[in-house]
């Protein structure tokens, strides 16, 4: 599969500046579907509805609000977000380095590579192994679709890795989540020690698939085979499948195995 860009620049800090490529790191195998009506199969689109004038709104009387309470809104404009968006980025500048070992892994978001474009290749490769040698990652902030992000970038597997991490305020406190401190048993300390030290093992990712598609794509390839059912004529269907369903789903059957 070809890898497809989501952003271009460079990424920087103090006189350095690699140009550089992001891409996906992750491909969710989530399976989608859509709603059909079951007299014609024709697919469903969705509406505004208005509870209060029982009619459907069309999208020039649409307009966003913040809700207070109940019933309550602060009705914004697109012209007032657009005002306070941020500038377009083109550069990920590190601001620090830091140990990624003292991020707590509920800060982690999503994860990306960076791709080194035409000319920055040797202080690309350069850089992934000082970040290596030292054991840092760089923080730094970047806009990505009007949406500015806190970002760490680490070397992994000979190659850079952009991870999205949520800010401090978006972190839900725990206290009403952990327990009130207690006496602990050493009796009851020791067994669960050796319970934890009889089961570990080294992380291989390749052992663990998700089930679940892996049934939802065999029904889907047996009912391929009998034949899928067509919209009505002149319907214009968004999402439209691939003219060869039954390949399409041996390609990702394939895909599912290989990468149990």
Known sequence: MAVQGIWSGTISFSLVAIPVQLVKAVNPGRVSFRLLHDKDYSPLARRMFCPKQEEMVPPEEIVRGYELAPDRYLPITDEELESVSPERSRTIEIVEFIDLNEVDPVYYDHPYYLVPLKGGEKPYRLLVEIMRRTSRAGLAKFVLA?????????????A?????????????????????????EALETGRMKKSITTMMADFNPGKYADERREKVMAILKKKAKKGAVEAPAGENVEGEGPPDLIAALEDIMRDVKKNR
């Open 160 to 184: 850079l890795a952009l991870t999205t991490l949520h800010y401090h305020d978006e972190i839900l406190p725990d206290e009403e989540i952990s327990p009130k401190e207690g006496k602990v």
């Open 146 to 158: 009007e949406r500015e992000y806190l970002v760490a970038v680490k070397s992994t597997e000979g």
